[in-house]
């Protein structure tokens, strides 16, 4: 408890100067964004499929893949994204191959808005998933939920036009259902419901476009 309240008032502390008002001169900030990003993710547990046959083997710990977001920025320092990102997992001793899967919509606080190191806080929530594919014309299940975000990083203004992106967060997954789309079918239901949750940590580097 006393943790969370210094994290509390850490939060509180860094998100006061928001709203303050900001007269330091410099060039119009651009609004709309689009960034690219590779992304390293990592989960605490993976057998949220209910069924003991899943994932089938030891996964790897760290997965691997790509993301990408598109926003807007509104005033000079709040930006609002939609942020995609995939990352897969290997399965030891087998063709099968595990991802993780974020769809989100994003709010970042972006500090030093016209300085080239530029600090944010980042949080978002909407879906999550888990794809367990079974190899090549095997098919796949999927597990789906709801999914949150939390953390920050910082951005490296090269220009006017293009910032490089440093994201660490902590994920969260609240999994609901898995939808059977293996090939040929393993069990008689084409779905089932779960309630099964996880927790990880997403780090991710890319390049962002401002337009």
């Keep these: 408890m006393r943790r969370g309240l210094i994290f509390l008032w850490l939060m509180l502390g860094l998100t006061a100067p928001v709203f303050a008002t900001d007269d330091a001169d410099g060039p119009k900030l651009r609004n709309w964004h689009f960034g690219v990003q590779g992304v ?12 003991e046959v899943l994932p089938g083997g030891a996964i790897e710990d760290k997965g691997r893949g790509a993301g990408f977001i598109f926003g807007r920025r509104f005033g000079d320092r709040f930006l609002v994204d939609l942020q995609v990102t995939y990352g897969a997992h290997k399965i030891a001793d087998s063709e099968h191959e595990l991802a993780d899967i974020e769809t989100l919509v994003t709010f970042t606080i972006l500090y030093r808005e016209r300085s ?3 600090p944010f806080l980042r949080g978002g929530a909407g879906g999550a998933g888990q794809l367990l594919e079974f190899g090549p014309d095997g098919g796949h299940v999927f597990a789906f939920g709801t999914g949150a ?3 920050g990083g910082f951005q490296v203004r ?10 660490t967060v902590a994920t969260f997954a609240n999994f609901l259902e898995v939808m059977d789309e293996s090939e040929p079918d393993r069990w008689v239901e084409d779905s089932w419901q779960v309630r099964e949750s996880s927790w990880g940590w997403r780090t991710g580097v890319g390049v962002v476009f401002w337009f």
């Design 40 to 51: 390293s993710t990592w989960r605490d547990r993976y057998d949220i499929f209910d069924r």
């Design 116 to 118: 080239t190191f530029q």
């Design 149 to 151: 975000i939390a953390g």
């Design 158 to 167: 090269l220009g006017s036009r293009w910032s490089l992106e440093f994201e």
